[in-house]
């Protein structure tokens, strides 16, 4: 029986897990659950899954009785290093995550992670850390799952990833076009069912970015070696060349429950009949297009950022869970989440070799700064 504690429960891959769960009750236990404010849904799942320990953050003084009489309220850094978690599925949104994701591994946890700002704001630390830790990390989201899958077995012999992308919402606008699209538009995510933040970094390709600088650390693969492409039918999760031309690629039906599946029982593949399966014929045509930079120009501005390595990549995701914010709430437009961010990052005062404070406070500093410049 794998014990899990589930960072994020009441968000939407937290909910997909869940009902992953449900599916493999022999297998999988809750231990702890942890949601920010969805009082009402995290109870609920409390009382259906009977977890151990719980969080919620929105509570002052963990006032469990209010949700709970059979659960004990704990701290999140209590329940990721729960002597009965064996895995933690971190499903929060944003750069909060990385504190939990870097306890969990210090703790000897697995993480499956689906909070990729952990990786693109401490990808470094991380690594290091996974070399002296007996923890690991099970990429839940479906491309760096798909990599995962396909270089299993292949001793390392990669040449070359190929992340594929939906394109979002707007792949078959014209930049002019984007000044004066709504937040409902955005939400509007042609292919997947995601929270609201990725789901508009998937819009402006953000999200994107944010994968290439994860596989980069995950898999270990230099920055040249990485391609992106337009796959708008998103049923080829990713692709990975290696050394003798040979390419694997992982398909399914987009649905986030397949990888989150994947990473809660690997390394067993057990059938699950709540899931669809690929039909070749009745999906037709899968098609590749190249990216189309005019039309994402955040993409481009993400992974100079990110290569320039210290706390760089930490205020880009700052500046970027800010500006999103701003849009949301209809502060500002859409196209100006890319001028925001990048006006913001002008004035970054990098540390070289951040630890997790200097990580932390690079990215309050970027949504400081984002929000000042958006009230000027
Ligand atoms: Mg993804």
């Known amino acids: 029986m794998r014990g899990l504690a589930i960072l994020g429960s009441t968000g939407s891959v937290g909910v997909q897990t869940l009902s992953v769960v449900r599916e493999f009750h022999d297998r999988l236990k809750v231990v702890g659950l942890a949601a920010k404010r ?12 009977r977890p151990k320990i719980f969080h919620c953050e929105s509570l002052p003084n963990y006032d469990g009785s209010k949700l709970s009489s059979s659960s004990i309220p704990c701290s999140m850094d209590e329940m990721v290093s729960h002597p009965d978690v064996d895995m933690v599925v971190s499903a929060v949104v944003g750069d909060v995550g990385l504190r939990s994701t870097i306890l969990a591994i210090q703790s000897g ?6 909070n990729k700002e952990s990786i693109v704001i401490g990808g470094q630390l991380v690594s290091e850390l996974l070399k002296t830790s007996d923890g690991e990390i099970l990429p839940v989201d479906s491309e760096p799952n798909a990599i995962w899958q396909c270089m ?39 292919t997947w ?27 270990g693969v230099p920055w040249e070696n990485i391609e992106v492409v337009i796959h708008p ?10 050394v003798d031309g040979s390419v694997k690629a992982q398909i399914g039906p987009p649905d986030m429950r397949a990888p989150i599946q994947y990473s809660l029982l690997y390394p067993d593949r057990i059938a699950n009949n709540s899931l669809d399966r690929f039909d070749p014929v009745g999906t037709g045509c899968l098609s ?11 993409f481009d501005l993400a992974l100079k950022i ?29 196209d100006e989440i890319y001028s925001i961010i990048d006006e913001a990052l002008k004035s970054h ?17 970027a949504k400081n700064q984002v929000k000042s410049l958006a009230e000027v």
């Open 233 to 242: 039918q998103s049923m080829i999760h990713s692709m990975v060349e290696f």
């Open 152 to 190: 299993r077995g292949e001793d390392k012999k990669v040449s070359k990833l190929i992340i594929t992308a939906s394109g979002g919402a707007f792949r078959n606008y014209k930049k002019s076009d984007l000044s004066d699209v709504t937040p409902e538009e955005a939400l509007k995510h042609p």
């Open 38 to 49: 969805s009082v009402g849904l995290l109870k609920e799942q409390i009382i259906e899954f």
């Open 306 to 334: 990110a290569k320039l390595g210290g706390t760089w990549p930490a205020a880009l995701s700052g500046a970027d869970e800010m500006a999103v914010e701003l849009f949301l709430s209809r502060r500002i437009r859409f």
């Open 193 to 219: 069912n995601m929270g609201p933040k990725i789901t508009i970094d998937s819009a402006t390709l953000m999200n994107k970015a944010f994968e290439v600088i994860e596989a980069h650390w995950l898999f």
């Open 349 to 365: 005062d990098p540390v070289l070799d951040p630890d997790i404070e200097d990580i932390l406070s690079a990215s309050n500093w």
């Open 109 to 114: 946890k697995n993480v499956a992670l689906a």
């Open 288 to 298: 590749f297009e190249e990216l189309n930079q005019d039309l994402y120009p955040c």
